[in-house]
Nanobody, 124 residues
Framework: QVQLVESGGGLVQAGGSLRLSCAAS????????MGWFRRAPGKEREFVAA????????AYDDSVKGRFTVSRDNPKNTVYLQMNSLKPEDAAVYYC?????????????????WGQGTQVTVSS
């Protein structure tokens, strides 16, 4: 089992940056693929980014490529999402998730554990 707690959300102007963090409990963090998802008001939750156990491979949704960067620090049991050049359409609740399977996953049903989410608001 792993428990996930996101932090770092807040209000930012369009064009600004935020860094989200997701702290995981447990000693098996390095065994999980970690993903970031988001849900905007009135929309389905959608994939944002994912990173493999070692951090050697990453995947991004096309809407955030070149602006967001996912990274992890296994000794600190933490995964990060650096978000630059934020747009109003990036506003959402952002969730981190852990996947105890091989390979990067873009579908939320493939993830086993979820955090409670952190709100990101982008003003235009």
């Amino acid at each position: 089992q792993v428990q996930l707690v996101e932090s770092g959300g807040g209000l930012v102007q369009a064009g600004g940056s935020l860094r989200l963090s997701c702290a995981a409990s447990g000693r098996t963090f390095s065994g999980y693929v970690m993903g970031w998802f988001r849900r905007a008001p009135g929309k389905e939750r959608e994939f944002v980014a994912a990173i493999t156990q070692s951090g050697g491979n990453t995947a991004y949704d096309d809407s955030v490529k070149g602006r967001f960067t996912v990274s992890r620090d296994n000794p600190k049991n933490t995964v990060y999402l650096q978000m630059n050049s934020l747009k109003p359409e990036d506003a959402a609740v952002y969730y981190c998730a852990a996947r105890n399977k091989l390979g990067l996953g873009v579908e939320e049903r493939s993830y086993d554990h979820w955090g409670q989410g952190t709100q990101v608001t982008v003003s235009s």
